[in-house]
């Protein structure tokens, strides 16, 4: 037994309103730069939907993601090491910027300057690509809330994996939202893929990140990434990807998506695994034993075998302890109520998932039920197989047993809780019926729907230093010129070369940019940034909201 | 003059290599890297890349072959400079040529298609021109002063000279004798081989010969240190180092 630590999310579906905070707080924070201006690190599908890049899922075309040799030993779908070194030179298994879709602006300045005439002047929109005009064809979220019709939706890859027949059915029944973000997973293909050993993952807190300095642009990480969450940027031609916000959990904030989530469905804890089982349940044969395998490499923290070889192994006890108060071990280990994302891909994602009880609920509704009766509800999740069977194909590869067990433990708390709150008796059947007691029941409730900021997110420093040596305070703000007065944030090598702007410099440009520019793609809209990285969720960060006047700042 | 261009070139261009090298190593590593531009087209560069790439990998073989090792040599295991001589025609011009195709197309795609000709820079279009000229230069030796003009025994020449220059006793005599068509062919090959280091080009240093041996999952550790007390280097920079 290894006994290692990981940072964790668990995401409660059913909460989540659809409505991209999370996504756009993570690109100011993280990719408002030039070359990433396609980047999602957080990006918010709606299903059943294509997801972003345009059918991802479909490993298939895309080839991500692991599978097993003929001996039953992993292999990177996309071929060994001898085949990756054979095609160094060219990779037709990369999505290209069609399949994510072509960033665009609009030129706002016409709509000003343009002369007075009869009509109405329109700003067209530019290509962030090529600087050229352009047609808005795709977005990163063009199929939102079924956008599109079933013609999209229909070609969403779990779909096509259920039946025609059923399809039509049941698209007008159901339709939830999927936020996604890098699974900083323990099998990463991503990081199996990459030449130059440049991914790695850290061994305190299991985040995976990107050498920016070992990254040699060979973009071979994007086709082992089966959920496509690493990105190449096209400028820097170095790959980047979510980085579980480190510089804030390292001193105990949670990521920008999570503290920022409206519908506050996020929660991050740690969660202990043993290393050395990792491979071999990757290496379990049927896909849909893969969860079951995932759930055999976590450690019980309160075991004291655990404990004393996490000891062993160098966990810190500050770690423990979170181990132990862990929301999303309580979610994945103890309610069982999250599941992983695909685990058909194999590389053991980390970033779980409550699935919703809302397309049954909905469905139900349809049929002129009480969607929130217990007794209907879990009638309906065994009748109304659609969205079960659909849920199972995100995330059981296909077993519907262990989602609708889920489903029917969410349902009978709703049920339980329901009681509890009209004043009549708690009913103990209920819970048990589901394997509960109705303890765990008012546990779960408190959860899953009453949790405060620190019970949703337990996140341990990393301990060694003080927290107030934080990047921002090691730097002025006035740090834009090196000693020899060169422009810090461009190099003699092309754009981003040489040493990089420091955090704080990039904002108070980005603002003076921002007010001052009025081109369309300029290489300077690289420093264009709202530095979100350092706030902790108090009062405003400079340049988020626009001046209101004179004297407001 | 022949001093100046057989004797000193040859040491600026080495010492521009080894120290560009270094100094990028040292400075730029985040620059360090292919640029592909494959995001944006990866139809012709499916074609074009891996012919270029491959091509030119056998046309560098070749110039170790003919220049690093010396003609007793291959005579003292019984090939006659007549055998030599032929493959390495027929070897030079097919890897020589499928290196100009892809490079062409290459170029082609470049021009034409308009996001990658947006990302090209400066230093990129000098870069082709050398790279472009040397390829050229060095199809039309082997072709004209070897094949058509009848054969030309380098062995005699250009290569005693290039070793020579790493014995550290240069001869320019050597070379005030070969063909026009070769000096040239050599010139360009010295400037491309100094600035080397400051081009796209550099990503061939970059070449990942560990990743046949390393395991697929790497773990590296943040040292120990505290949250984020590096200095205010690059926001991405690795955890592990400095
Ligand atoms: S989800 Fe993240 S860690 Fe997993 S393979 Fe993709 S990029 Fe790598
Ligand atoms: S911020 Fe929260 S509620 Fe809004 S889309 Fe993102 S995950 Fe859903």
């Known amino acids: ?553 | 003059m022949n001093l100046l261009l057989w004797v000193a070139l040859p040491y600026v261009a080495i010492a521009c290599l080894v120290g560009g090298t270094v100094w990028r190593y040292r400075y730029d590593r985040f620059g360090w890297t292919t640029r592909s531009s494959e995001l944006y087209e990866k139809r012709l560069l499916r074609i074009a890349s891996p012919l270029f790439h491959f091509g030119l990998i056998f046309v560098i073989l070749g110039h170790i072959a003919g220049l690093v090792v010396p003609e007793d040599w291959t005579e003292a295991v019984h090939v006659p400079e007549s055998a030599y001589h032929a493959v390495s025609l027929v070897a030079g011009s097919i890897a020589g040529a499928a290196a100009v195709a892809g490079l062409a197309l290459l170029v082609y795609r470049r021009r034409t298609s308009g996001p990658v000709f947006s990302a090209t820079t400066r230093n990129d279009k000098l870069m082709y021109v050398l790279l472009g000229g040397s390829l050229l230069l060095g199809l039309g030796v082997t072709v004209i002063e070897n094949g058509i003009r009848g054969p030309y025994d380098y062995r005699e020449t250009v290569g005693p000279w290039f070793r020579d220059v790493f014995l550290l006793r240069p001869d320019p005599d050597l070379m005030a004798r070969i063909p026009l068509l070769y000096k040239f062919h050599v010139l360009l090959g010295l400037v491309l081989t100094a600035l080397f280091p400051f081009t796209r080009l550099i990503h061939a240093f970059a070449a990942p010969w560990r990743y046949p041996f390393r395991p697929y999952i790497v773990y590296r550790s943040r040292g120990g240190r505290g949250p984020a007390t590096r200095d205010p280097a690059r926001g991405w920079e690795p955890v592990t180092r400095r």
């Open chain 1, 1 to 553: 037994m290894r006994v290692m630590a990981q940072l964790s999310m668990v995401m409660n579906l059913d909460k989540c309103i659809g409505c991209h905070t999370c996504s756009v707080t993570c690109k100011q924070a993280w990719t408002n730069r030039a070359g990433t201006e396609y980047v999602w690190f957080n990006n918010v599908e709606t299903r059943p939907g294509q997801g972003y890049p345009r059918r991802y899922e479909d490993q298939d075309t895309w080839q991500g993601g692991w599978t097993l040799d003929r001996k039953g030993r992993l292999k990177p779908r996309s071929g060994g090491r001898a085949r990756r070194m054979l095609g160094i030179f060219s990779n037709p298994l990369l999505p290209t910027i069609a399949d994510y879709y072509e960033p665009w602006t609009y030129d706002y300045e016409t709509l000003t300057t343009a002369p007075l005439q009869d009509d109405v002047p329109v700003a067209r929109p530019y290509s962030l690509i090529s600087g050229e005009p352009t047609k808005v064809e795709w977005s990163a979220n063009w199929d939102d809330d079924l956008g599109g019709g079933p013609d999209i939706a229909g070609r969403d890859p779990v779909v096509q994996k259920i039946s025609d027949a059923i399809r039509l059915d049941y698209e007008r029944a159901f339709m939830f939202y999927l936020p996604r973000i890098c699974e900083h997973c323990l099998n990463p293909a991503c990081m199996a893929a990459c030449p130059s050993g440049a991914i790695y993952k850290r061994a305190e807190d299991g985040i995976v990140l990107v050498d920016q300095d070992g990254c040699r642009g060979w973009r071979m990480c994007v086709t082992g990434c089966p959920y496509k969450k690493i990105y190449f940027n096209h400028r820097t031609g170095k790959a980047e990807k979510c980085t579980f916000c480190y510089p804030r959990v390292e001193v105990g904030l949670p990521t920008v998506c999570s503290e920022t989530c409206v519908g506050r469905l996020r929660y991050i804890g740690v969660l202990l695994y043993d290393a050395d089982k990792v491979t071999a349940a990757a290496e379990t044969e049927d896909d849909k034993a893969l969860y079951e395998a995932q759930l055999g490499v976590f450690l019980d923290p309160e075991d004291p075998e655990v404990i004393a070889a996490a000891r062993r192994d160098g966990v810190p006890e500050t770690w423990l302890e979170a181990a132990r108060r862990s929301p999303v071990h309580a979610l994945i280990n103890r309610y069982r109520v999250a599941l992983p994302l695909h685990p058909e891909f194999r590389t053991m994602p980390m970033v779980w998932y409550i699935p919703p009880l809302s397309p049954v609920v909905d469905a139900l509704r349809d049929t002129g039920h009480d969607g929130e009766d217990a007794g209907n509800l879990f009638g309906a999740i065994e009748a109304l197989r659609i969205p079960v069977r659909y849920l199972a194909g995100l995330f059981t590869a296909g077993d519907p047993e262990p989602v609708a067990a889920v489903l029917r433990k969410l349902a009978a708390m709703r049920s339980y809780m329901r009681d509890t709150n009209l004043g009549d008796p708690a009913d103990e059947a209920k819970a048990a019926a589901v394997g509960m007691s109705g303890r765990d029941m008012q546990d779960m409730y408190r959860l899953l729907a009453l949790a405060k900021y620190d019970e949703r997110y337990v996140i341990p420093t990393q301990a060694a230093a003080e927290a107030a040596a934080l990047e921002e305070s090691a730097c002025p703000v006035d740090y834009d010129y090196d000693e020899h007065g060169r422009d810090r944030t461009s190099g003699p090598f092309g754009e981003a070369s040489g040493r990089p702007a420091p955090a704080s410099v990039e904002s108070f440009h980005a603002l003076k940019d921002r007010q001052t520019t009025g081109a369309l793609v300029s290489p300077g809209d690289r420093k264009g940034r709202v530095n979100l990285l350092n706030w902790d969720g108090k009062g405003r960060p400079g340049g988020l909201f626009p001046r209101r006047g004179k004297g407001d700042e």
